[in-house]
């Protein structure tokens, strides 16, 4: 089954730092690629998502992903972070079946003032 | 405003004492799901359904059950809840039963139960 790892679990920066988050996928085949933010105390929201064309996926509140095929990777990036970017990120990719997400386990952003 | 809704947003019941946490959509989606959500082990899928009628299990389908009678509702049962189904749960629909990259899964505001 295709999954995801995300291997940082907890990260602070300072405002206006760069931010990386890793994302790994399992499947060698076609794949498509979410990332997810979860601000506290709220419901999920979509922040961009991969299924084919341009590897570069710019998505909402100045976020962007690489899709890198070689490295079976989907790392999210920002150049510049705010304190309102303290969240819960996730990571997902569409399961076999099509009919499903499967999630990484999340990395948790603390932005400091 | 097209959104999914869960009712209860927050419930503390006991270990036996069956409940039932319920979704609606009013975006007339044919995809529906419920995931839980635990620290350190993200988002796992317990049911979804494809349509009215069509269920079927995910990852973690052990002590749920759901319905699928009318397309806007995806109600998610526990039958004899126990503590290790304390948990934060999450209904999402979707515009497309595949999800393709054209399609939008929605999620609603969040049920977090906790079973003593």
């Known amino acids: 089954a295709q999954s995801v790892s995300q291997h940082n679990h907890h990260v602070i920066l300072s405002e206006a730092a760069s931010l990386e988050l890793g994302c790994n996928y399992s499947?060698?085949?076609?794949?498509?690629l979410f990332w997810y933010v979860q601000y506290p105390g709220q419901h999920l929201q979509l922040l961009l998502k991969?299924?084919?064309?341009?590897?570069l996926v710019k998505g909402i509140k100045g976020f962007e992903a690489e899709f890198i095929k070689s490295k079976f990777s989907f790392n999210l990036r920002k150049p510049s972070v705010q304190w309102s970017d303290t969240a819960e990120y996730f990571c997902?990719?569409?399961?076999?079946?099509?009919?499903?997400?499967?999630f990484g386990k999340g990395t948790s952003l603390l932005v400091t003032p | 405003e097209a959104q999914v809704t869960q009712n209860p947003r927050y419930l503390i019941t006991v270990t036996g004492k069956k409940l039932t946490v319920t979704c609606s959509q009013n975006?007339?989606?044919?995809?529906m799901s419920w995931y839980r959500q635990d620290p350190g082990l993200g988002l796992r899928q317990i049911y979804y359904?494809?349509?009215?009628?069509?269920?079927d299990k995910g990852d973690v389908p052990e002590g749920y059950k759901v319905s699928r009678k009318e397309k806007r509702n995806f109600p998610l049962i526990l039958e004899s809840p126990s503590p290790n189904q304390t948990s934060l749960y999450f209904c999402?629909?979707?515009?497309?039963?595949?999800?393709?990259?054209?399609?939008?899964?929605?999620f609603g505001p969040g049920t977090r139960l906790t079973v003593l």
């Open positions: 999402a629909s979707s515009t497309s039963k595949v999800l393709g990259a054209t399609d939008t899964q929605y």
């Open positions: 499947y060698g085949g076609t794949v498509n």
């Open positions: 991969y299924f084919s064309g341009d590897p």
């Open positions: 997902a990719v569409k399961g076999n079946s099509g009919y499903a997400l499967n």
């Open positions: 975006m007339n989606h044919e995809y």
């Open positions: 359904s494809m349509n009215v009628e069509v269920t």
